[in-house]
Every structure is written in C-alpha cells, then in structure tokens.
C-alpha cells in the first residue's frame, strides 16, 4: 500500500511537468511572430537633369517601394529648391510590402545657372516614423531658343448684349532663354479686336508683356476667332483661341407713361411713383434726365441693373415754382434696344390768395369809416380803404403770407369829423 502511494505521486508530477513543458512550447511561438517594419526605397536615389534649355523641362519618374515586411505609409513630401516640382503622388499614400507607387519629377528651369533640390518623405511604419530624401540637380540653359508662352491659353467671352462689349486681359511671356521680337498680332473674326499692344516690341528672358482683346457682339449669336501672335520665338506664329456669344438686347418700359399731378400749391410739392420693367433679358439704366427743373427723380440710384421679372420703383417729385401749366419728360438711358424710355408727367402750379374779412358794429350819426392796419399792435396804423367805407364790413386783399395784422375802424359823420380807434382785431396769415 505504501508503495502504490508512492506511484501515484509520481505520476501526478508528469503530467503537471507536461503541461508546463506544452506551455514553454507555445510561448516560443508567440515570440517568433514579429514582423520587420516597412521600409521605403526610392529608385533612383538621386537625379541629374542635366542641361535644360529655359522655357523648356525635363521630367524624370522615380519608383517608390516598400522592401520592408508590413505596410507604409508615406504622409508628407517637403520639396526645396526652385524650378522643380512633383506630381502624380496623391498624399497620404499607403504601400503595401512588396509593392511600389511611381511619382515624377520635373526640372523647368527659370533662368541660367546651376540648380539643386531635393524631395524629404515622412513616412509612417508599425508606428515607427523616419524619413527619407530624394536629391536632384539641374542647369539652366540660357542661351536656347526664345519661347512664346500665353496666359490664359484661350479667351472665353461671357454672354454680352448685341450693342455692348466686354473685354478680357492677356499676357505674353518669354519663357526661352532668347530674346523674342513680336511683329504681328492677326485677329480673325470681326468680332474681336486687340488694343494696347505695339508692334514691333522685344521680350527678354521672363520678360512679360499683358493686352486686351475686346470682344463687341454685332449679333445674337455664337462667335469664334483666334488671335496668331508672329515672333522669332520657336514655336512662332502662336495662336490663342477666341470664342463668345452675343445675345439679343432685352428691352426697358416705364409705366405709367404719364404721370399727372393735378394742382400743386407754388411752394409745396406732390409725388408720384413709377416702375421699370425688363423683357427679354436684363437692361442695365445707366442715367436718367428731366427736361423740366420743377421735378425731380428719386427712389433709384443709377446705374441700376433691372432683372426680368424683378421691377424696379422710382419716385418724382413735382414742386411748381410758379402758378400755371407746367409739363416734362423723364428719360431713362439704358442698353436696352428701345433706349431711351420716356415717361411724361404734367402738373399745375396754384398759387393761393389769403385775405382778410372786417366787420364792426354801426355807430350813430356815421356816414362811412375809415380801416386802419398795422403790424405791431397800437401802431402805428396805415389807412387802407381809398375811400370811406359806407357798410360796417370790408375785405383786405393785400395781405402777404406768413404776416400778423392789426385792424382798427374810425366812423365819419356828415361833418367829416372822424372818431377815435375802435377795438384792436388781429389776423394771422397763414404760410401757404
């Protein structure tokens, strides 16, 4: 039995001393599994341009490979150095191991001389960051052939109405090494038309030299033409595109057509309002007159562009300077084909008479009386009947406007004796 026991231990321990040893196994496992980080090569290393004629480039493709064991990914590219440049690398990019992504460089150099630059990757691997630089050279070759370069390439005219023009700017640039000497610029199509630039005229190295083309639609309908620029420039005659479309002018209307004011008291005024209305396609007013002082315009500042379907209001004020019939005519300039639109108006000036009505009580044994007026009361008094007043009532029609007036009355007998003043009475005239 003491043995038996002894057995049964021991196996115990194997087994325990298996599952130990089966554990160490798969550790070891676990520790072999790292994977080497991306690495980027770039193929070439370096790139020598060579001589590079000014105006002209070279381009160069590199190869960008991931020659490590997991992804990369390259989020930045610094490039240093003047006349080169990089394209078709869209950043951030991702390599996988194994594979490549090409990118290309290109030297145009902007003058003689010696030229150096370089490209610095930032790359990102199992969350390792390094970098890695791609150097270039170049030399300028300043003594090549002179190169005519446009900006822009072509002219696009935007629509422009039948009767206006609109013009667009360009420029020429010597791009070669050469000095260019322009001799002619042939505008085809009648539409177009070049202005200041004189001919003949030199370009040097980088040398630029900015026109107008101007482009005045005689119809409504689509236009082209090109402009040939003859130079001894390599690539002489250049030629530039021209295109626009002419559309037809829209057309302005005024309503009402007559404005009528009526009657208008000299020294007041009276208004009235109007609306102009687009058809066809926008009209721009550039300017408006009256041929009659007495109105005047308002409510709209000009110029004004009136949009189809969106009226635009105005205000005219009529304020006679003197009584009687006044009459104009309101023009309103525009690119419309029916420019100008006119608009008349007629309104009357008043002129309104204030006066002043006296009655007094009768007095005993009076054959007539006497009106005396004043401007400050107590007088002194002026008399302003011409002969005796035989009623007790009488009408001032000299008064003036804006005035204050005092009245008094004296009675007269059948002797020619005249009493004293009466009672003072005040009136007050209005302003208008």
Same mark, same amino acid.
């Not at 550790?27 to 994977?35: E, F, H, K, L």
């Given at each position: 039995?003491?043995?038996?026991? &002894? ?20 550790? =070891? ?9 991306? /690495? ?13 004629? +000014? ?24 490039? @240093? ?38 490209? !610095? ?6 969350? $390792?960051?390094?970098?890695? +630089? ?10 090549? *052939? ?11 005219? *935007? ?38 630039? @004189?001919? *003949? ?7 630029? &030299? ?5 482009? /005045? *639609? ?14 001894? #420039? ?9 295109? =626009? ?6 057309? %302005? #209307?005024?309503?009402?057509?007559? %404005?009528?004011?009526?009657?208008? #008291? ?16 926008? &009209? /721009? ?29 105005? !205000? ?13 005519? %309101? @023009? ?11 608009? @008349?108006? !007629? ?30 009361? =107590? ?22 406007? =804006? ?5 008094? $009355? /004296? ?22």
């Amino acid at each position: 039995m003491k043995s038996h026991s &002894v057995l049964r231990r021991v196996a115990i321990s194997f087994m325990i001393a298996g599952v130990l040893s089966l554990l160490t196994s798969c550790q =070891g496992v676990s520790g072999n599994s790292t994977v080497a980080p991306g /690495t980027l090569s770039i193929s070439p290393s370096s790139i020598a341009f060579g001589n590079t004629n +000014v105006g002209a480039q070279q381009t160069s493709t590199v190869t960008l490979a991931n020659s490590g064991g997991s992804d990369l990914s390259i989020t930045q590219a610094v490039l @240093s150095g003047a006349g080169f440049s990089m394209s078709n690398l869209a950043l951030p990019l991702t390599i996988h191991a194994g594979s490549s992504a090409p990118a290309t460089i290109t030297f145009a150099p902007t003058g003689g001389g010696n030229f150096s630059g370089s490209i !610095t990757f930032s790359v990102t691997s199992n969350q $390792t960051n390094s970098q890695v +630089v791609l150097p270039f050279t170049g030399t300028g070759d300043a003594t090549g *052939p002179g190169v005519l370069a446009a900006n822009p390439t072509t002219l696009a005219f *935007p629509n422009v109405q039948v009767g206006n023009n609109t013009s667009l700017s360009e420029t020429l640039t010597n791009t070669g090494g050469a000095t260019v000497t322009l001799s002619q610029a042939n505008v085809t199509g009648a539409v177009f038309s070049v202005s200041g630039l @004189s001919l *003949p005229l030199d370009l040097t190295a980088n040398q630029s &030299v900015t026109f107008t083309v101007t482009f /005045t *639609p005689t119809a409504a309908q689509t236009a082209s033409g090109s402009l040939s620029v003859v130079s001894t #420039a390599s690539n002489s005659p250049l030629s530039i595109a021209l295109s =626009g479309t002419g559309t037809a002018a829209g057309q %302005l #209307a005024v309503s009402p057509t007559i %404005l009528s004011f009526g009657d208008v #008291a000299v020294g007041s005024n009276s208004q009235l309002s109007g609306t102009l209305t687009a058809s066809g396609t926008s &009209v /721009t007013v550039t300017s408006a007159s009256f041929n009659n002082s007495e109105f005047a315009l308002s409510g709209i500042s000009l110029p004004a562009t009136i949009t189809v379907g969106q009226p635009a209001t105005f !205000t005219v004020t009529f304020t006679p300077s003197s009584s009687g019939l006044a009459s104009a005519s %309101l @023009s309103f300039a525009s690119n419309a084909s029916n420019s100008p639109a006119v608009q @008349s108006m !007629t309104g009357t000036g008043t002129t309104v008479q204030h006066y002043v009505n006296l009655t007094w009580d009768a007095s005993t044994d009076a054959v007539g009386y006497n009106i005396y007026r004043g401007s400050v009361s =107590g007088g002194p008094y002026t008399m302003i009947n011409t002969s005796l007043e035989t009623t007790t009532a009488y009408t001032d029609n000299s008064v003036s406007d =804006g005035q204050t007036y005092y009245y008094v $009355t /004296t009675s007269v007998d059948s002797n020619e004796n005249e009493s004293g003043y009466s009672n003072v009475a005040q009136a007050i005239i209005p302003s208008s």
